[in-house]
T-cell receptor, first 113, second 113 residues
Framework: GENVEQHPSTLSVQEGDSAVIKCTYSDSASNYFPWYKQELGKRPQLIIDIRSNVGEKKDQRIAVTLNKTAKHFSLHITETQPEDSAVYFCAAGGGGSNYKLTFGKGTLLTVNP | DAGVIQSPRHEVTEMGQEVTLRCKPISGHNSLFWYRQTMMRGLELLIYFNNNVPIDDSGMPEDRFSAKMPNASFSTLKIQPSEPRDSAVYFC???????????FGEGSRLTVL
């Protein structure tokens, strides 16, 4: 089955700096790679996703890049703000008839004012 | 739409008792997932259904766990008998397309004493 590794497990940045979170996956059939944000005590919510036919996608301050050959993808947050503080999860899946998503262990991002 | 609805939001029970968690997916979504979240193991997929049929239950920890989806608008996750190591937040999520966004419920926080 799919295995997703996520790094780092914690990340602390100053407000205004950039943050980068990286994930690797094992199943070359995976073709859907979403990123979820989970605030303390809340549910995970989708912030951006990318499919295997695209190398990069951007939405305002967040961007995701995908390298299918190397089987890794990254989340980039620019001009970080205190409200970006949360746990971020990457996931991979959707290949073939496999509908399930396998999540990484999460990254606790702290943005210091 | 009210989103994915889970109940109860919090459950405290004693070891050996039966626990039933409930989920109502978003209307029209044909895939339903049960995840368990702990600090140590992150978000683990327990089981998922497509069109009310269990597709993959390889994540169900042991025979004490069972899940059903009798119709398109209702699913249950049952633990019998419960043990302290089952303490976690259990999320239900639903999805409308094969590789679309996963929508999470608010979660059910289970504490087994």
């Amino acid at each position: 089955g799919e295995n997703v590794e996520q790094h780092p497990s914690t990340l602390s940045v100053q407000e205004g700096d950039s943050a980068v979170i990286k994930c690797t996956y094992s199943d070359s059939a995976s073709n859907y790679f979403p990123w979820y944000k989970q605030e303390l005590g809340k549910r995970p919510q989708l912030i951006i996703d990318i499919r295997s036919n695209v190398g990069e996608k951007k939405d305002q301050r967040i961007a995701v890049t995908l390298n299918k050959t190397a089987k890794h993808f990254s989340l980039h947050i620019t001009e970080t703000q205190p409200e970006d503080s949360a746990v971020y999860f990457c996931a991979a899946g959707g290949g073939g008839s496999n509908y399930k998503l396998t999540f990484g262990k999460g990254t606790l991002l702290t943005v210091n004012p | 739409d009210a989103g994915v609805i889970q109940s109860p939001r919090h459950e405290v029970t004693e070891m050996g008792q039966e626990v039933t968690l409930r989920c109502k997916p978003i209307s029209g979504h044909n895939s339903l997932f049960w995840y368990r979240q702990t600090m140590m193991r992150g978000l683990e997929l327990l089981i998922y259904f497509n069109n009310n049929v269990p597709i993959d239950d390889s994540g169900m920890p042991e025979d004490r766990f069972s899940a059903k989806m009798p119709n398109a608008s209702f699913s249950t996750l049952k633990i019998q008998p419960s043990e302290p190591r089952d303490s976690a937040v259990y999320f239900c999520a639903s999805r409308g397309t094969l590789a679309g966004e996963l929508f999470f419920g608010e979660g059910s926080r289970l504490t087994v004493l």
